[in-house]
């Protein structure tokens, strides 16, 4: 009896043991990291020599730094809502195409994963700038007479983000797409709805874990983004990673650089719960 004890405690402290790299790599990388960020936006001045909270009144009181995390979390909504519609596109067309035609569609939608994000963003500067591709064909059919300003503006900002950030948002929805049973279109069909309806009806609630996933992935992609945002962006427009990198390593001022981080940290984990929240509710309308 004692030797079956002992087996099984030494069964069950196993995977504690297997479980402790793991949690010391998240201590050291993950907590630890926090805590110091933390720390530092304790500090009242930018030599960080006394402590207080002086860097959260003036973070919490700071209209012009609230109206760029405003701006950052809308800009992630309209980036998600273009992605969605693109990637359901694709992703519908993606089921329905034939096996071989599959695999080069795959190949599309993946591509830029497979391509730097700094390639990907310059690559749009030269599109849309006032020589650009889109102004040069343009202005070669006789549509307009002087070239548009598509840089530095949020309609081609939002595009350039949709374009690095489709793949997050097609991967998802194809794998939910997959999984329907194509009879219970052909049922609904059959009871007298449209196509319209089905969709509505049919499609959409039971392919809502992918649609919420690719969403989660989108959104989270493209408020953080710092490299196209100031790229395509440029300085005209502010965010809240631009705005980090500048009080950090342009003003020196690292405990509000902190505070900052905090508050947006805060406000991304309040949105992935939002969207987690969605999940769980829409569970009941996935199929079992």
Do not use: E, H
Not at 54 to 78: E, M, N
Request: proline share 5%.
């Amino acid at each position: 009896m004692a030797q079956a004890a002992s087996g099984v405690a030494g069964r069950g402290a196993s995977p504690l043991r297997l479980a402790l790299p793991l949690t010391l790599f998240s201590v050291l990388f993950f907590v630890a990291p926090l805590l110091l960020l933390g720390m530092v936006s304790l500090f009242d001045d930018t030599q960080m020599t006394r402590m207080g909270l002086a860097q959260w009144r003036k973070l919490l009181g700071d209209t012009f730094t609230w109206r760029v995390l405003g701006a950052t979390l809308w800009l992630g909504v309209k980036v998600t809502a273009l992605c969605l519609v693109i990637g359901f596109a694709l992703a519908w067309a993606f089921v329905r195409c034939p096996r071989w035609l599959q695999t080069a569609l795959i190949v599309v939608i993946v591509l830029p994963l497979l391509t730097s994000v700094v390639v990907r963003t310059f690559a749009w500067i030269v599109i849309l700038g006032r020589q650009g591709i889109v102004n040069s064909v343009l202005a070669a059919i006789g549509w307009i007479d002087a070239p548009l300003k598509l840089l530095y503006t949020d309609g081609g900002l939002v595009v350039a983000l949709a374009n690095v950030q489709l793949p997050l948002m097609t991967l998802p929805l194809i794998t939910a797409l997959q999984k329907l049973d194509p009879n219970l279109q052909d049922a609904s069909a059959a009871l007298g709805a449209g196509a319209w309806t089905t969709f509505r009806r049919v499609t959409v609630p039971l392919a809502l874990p992918g649609i919420l996933a690719g969403c989660l992935l989108t959104y989270a992609a493209a408020i953080t983004a710092f490299i196209t945002q100031s790229l395509v962006g440029g300085g005209q427009m502010l965010f809240m990673p631009m705005y980090l990198y500048q009080q950090a390593s342009t003003l020196q001022n690292w405990p509000y650089a902190a505070a900052i981080s905090i508050l947006f940290l805060v406000a991304v984990l309040l949105c992935v719960s939002l969207f987690n929240a969605l999940g769980r509710l829409s569970r009941g309308l996935a199929p079992a």
